[in-house]
């Protein structure tokens, strides 16, 4: 037996219980609590000097170790529209996937996963990079970061 819930939401979040006849033995029942949680994005701001390097954390409260079990991808994003910079799979070579001008040669995956840029460009200012972990098809776990770039 097994209940199938489509478009979750928070709003299903509850004690859901099961219930039964049996013969002879009468009635089953078996309750669970389903915890709905709301997708998780923690925002950051990093300020930077011109012509500097920017290191930018994938997610700030987990480990490398933990990161590199699973599936992440870096973008970079501006006027609501994002593009995709690198792909890493656990095991396997990071894959740099930027094609614009603007970011190649100048983005790398370093070894906890976060981004590097070098030299930072005043074309950096206000752009959003964000590190998406994929824990499950349906489970992923966001993080970005405002880039403020300063002259000297």
């Given at each position: 037996?097994?209940?199938?819930?489509?478009?979750?939401?928070?709003s299903?979040?509850?004690?859901?219980?099961?219930?039964?006849a049996?013969?002879?033995?009468g009635?089953?029942?078996?309750?669970?609590?389903?915890?709905?949680?709301?997708?998780?994005?923690q925002?950051?701001?990093?300020?930077?000097?011109?012509?500097?390097?920017?290191?930018?954390?994938?997610?700030?409260?987990m480990?490398?170790?933990?990161?590199?079990?699973?599936?992440?991808?870096?973008?970079?994003?501006?006027n609501?529209?994002?593009?995709?910079?690198?792909?890493?799979?656990?095991?396997?070579?990071?894959?740099?996937?930027n094609?614009?001008?603007?970011?190649?040669?100048?983005?790398?995956?370093?070894?906890?996963?976060?981004?590097?840029?070098?030299p930072?460009?005043?074309?950096?200012?206000?752009?959003?990079?964000?590190?998406?972990?994929?824990?499950?098809?349906?489970?992923?776990?966001?993080?970005?970061?405002t880039?403020?770039?300063?002259?000297?």
């Amino acid at each position: 037996w097994a209940l199938h819930l489509k478009n979750v939401t928070v709003s299903l979040s509850g004690q859901y219980e099961c219930s039964f006849a049996t013969y002879p033995y009468g009635a089953k029942a078996a309750k669970i609590q389903l915890i709905v949680k709301a997708e998780e994005e923690q925002h950051y701001v990093k300020e930077v000097q011109l012509n500097q390097t920017l290191e930018i954390p994938c997610l700030e409260d987990m480990t490398s170790e933990n990161l590199s079990s699973y599936p992440l991808k870096w973008l970079v994003g501006e006027n609501g529209r994002k593009e995709e910079l690198v792909t890493k799979e656990p095991s396997c070579p990071a894959v740099y996937r930027n094609g614009s001008t603007l970011y190649r040669q100048r983005v790398y995956l370093v070894l906890n996963n976060a981004l590097k840029i070098f030299p930072t460009r005043i074309t950096d200012d206000g752009r959003v990079f964000s590190c998406h972990v994929v824990y499950h098809p349906e489970r992923v776990q966001k993080s970005s970061t405002t880039v403020r770039v300063f002259g000297k």
